[in-house]
């Protein structure tokens, strides 16, 4: 407020397994104690909601059709059991470019037999597919210019079998949507800012 922004309270609540009653009335409590009040959020209104992400499901499934059809995305029909024997077979093993091919998704088999498992309602996660041999730069107003290696970087998933997006997805659409100028998180979430660079390019 003192540098003429707003406050938006958005709540992720896209993994529905990590979903704990209350804590939304919980965070709002907590904000109306400190004396911080949201300018936009639930029950508050707004020109950019609705703020629950879970609430934003359709806008999520457009924008990752868009990445399908361009070709920055694709389906994986791997199961869990799939997805643990590779990693039981190979300690490092990560879905990347080099193991893509390997598994079951929609870059690997054939087109007509990707039809078949959509009409027969497989489960499925959307991916990210990275691209090879890129070094994607970051500008960190804490760390400067930060380098990534695209060969370095997992496919990761976007959109999970339940329909819901991930982190990266959601965060990178609303932030879009809500016009956010700045983003501040943990050290630990400075690895994945490679993935969200990527996807404000591929998305336009």
Do not use: C
Not at 5 to 14: A, C, P
Not at 74 to 100: M, N, P, Q, S
Not at 107 to 133: A, D, W
Request: glycine content about 8%.
């Amino acid at each position: 407020r003192k540098e003429g922004g707003t406050f938006i309270l958005r709540i992720e609540d896209t993994d529905q397994s990590r979903y704990v009653p209350g804590a939304e009335a919980y965070i709002l409590e907590a904000l109306q104690w400190l004396g911080i009040s949201p300018d936009e959020g639930p029950g508050i209104g707004g020109d950019y909601g609705p703020y629950r992400q879970s609430e934003r499901k359709n806008t999520y499934q457009q924008y990752a059709q868009q990445l399908l059809e361009a070709g920055h995305a694709y389906y994986a029909f791997d199961t869990a059991e799939e997805l643990e024997a590779a990693r039981e077979k190979d300690a490092t093993f990560k879905y990347d470019a080099g193991a893509r091919m390997r598994m079951r998704n929609s870059l690997s088999l054939p087109g007509s037999e990707v039809v078949t498992l959509l009409q027969n309602g497989t489960p499925y996660v959307v991916r990210m597919k990275i691209p090879q041999h890129e070094t994607i730069l970051i500008q960190d107003e804490v760390r400067g210019e930060v380098a990534f290696d695209s060969n370095e970087l997992d496919d990761k998933v976007l959109v999970k079998t339940d329909g819901m997006p991930t982190y990266h997805l959601a965060n990178i659409v609303d932030d879009h949507l809500m016009e956010i100028t700045h983003v501040i998180r943990g050290e630990e979430w400075l690895s994945s800012t490679a993935h969200h660079v990527l996807l404000y390019r591929f998305l336009g």
